[in-house]
């Protein structure tokens, strides 16, 4: 089946513990990204990678890391999370970063900083 | 600055009763308008492309229509189970890399 899996789906952390929040996709797309979701303010973009080892930030990056060391993986690492990176994080991918058609989305990893 | 803005943020309706979801744009050049359905706990998926103004899709209770300034997603004779979240997204020429979502529509059909 074709699929974006994220891992953790729930994480509660404290202030300044690094974690990282896996996303792997099984339909050998070269384009990814990362979103999260915020009450009110709608799907944002992180980061996105074009292909491997290309990566780009999008609107909201500060706090966050990315690598893109395979085609199917793209971890999102937060070195030092503080409070306001609590969030609903969504992963998606598409078969290029050129192509005009549909995101895929992994099933969203919530997010809790204490 | 692109953007994106929904209206309403939220829609009751009865079943059977049609209603439009609005989604406004503001992009330096068109590239692609999306819409997506979010359920609860899961994440977005993938309901229509629309790429110029005139252009409408289809999938079964649903129409979305496109002009130059906004694009309008028509509920037909609602169900319960099209209770969901509608988020319309957009991409710019030149920048294909992005996406810029709206803040979605929470649509609540009651039977």
């Known amino acids: 089946e074709a699929q974006v899996t994220q891992n953790p789906r729930y994480l509660i952390t404290v202030t300044g513990k690094k974690l990282t929040v896996t996303c792997s996709q099984n339909?050998?797309?070269?384009?990814m990204s990362w979103y999260r979701q915020d009450p009110g303010l709608g799907l944002r973009q992180i980061y996105y990678s074009m292909n491997v080892e290309v990566t780009d930030k999008g609107d909201v990056p500060e706090g966050y890391k990315v690598s893109r060391k395979e085609k199917r993986n793209f971890p999102l690492i937060l070195e030092s999370p503080s409070p306001n990176q609590t969030s609903l994080y969504f992963c998606a991918s598409r078969p290029r970063a050129a192509d005009t058609g549909e995101l895929f989305f992994g099933e969203g990893s919530r997010l809790t900083v204490l | 600055e692109d953007q994106v803005t929904q209206s309403p943020e939220a829609l009751r309706l009865q079943e059977g009763e049609s209603s439009s979801l609005n989604c406004s744009y503001t992009?330096?050049?068109?590239?692609?308008l999306f819409w997506y359905r979010q359920d609860p706990g899961k994440g977005p998926e993938f309901l229509f492309t629309l790429y110029s103004a005139g252009e409408e899709k289809e999938k079964e209770r649903l129409k979305a229509t496109l002009t130059k300034k906004e694009s309008f997603l028509h509920i037909t004779a609602p169900k319960p189970e099209d209770s969901a979240t509608y988020l319309c997204?957009?991409?710019?020429?030149?920048?294909?890399?992005?996406?810029?979502f709206g803040s979605g529509t929470k649509l609540n059909v009651k039977p």
């Open positions: 997204a957009v991409q710019a020429i030149g920048n294909f890399n992005k996406f810029y």
């Open positions: 339909m050998n797309h070269e384009y």
């Open positions: 992009v330096s050049g068109l590239r692609g």
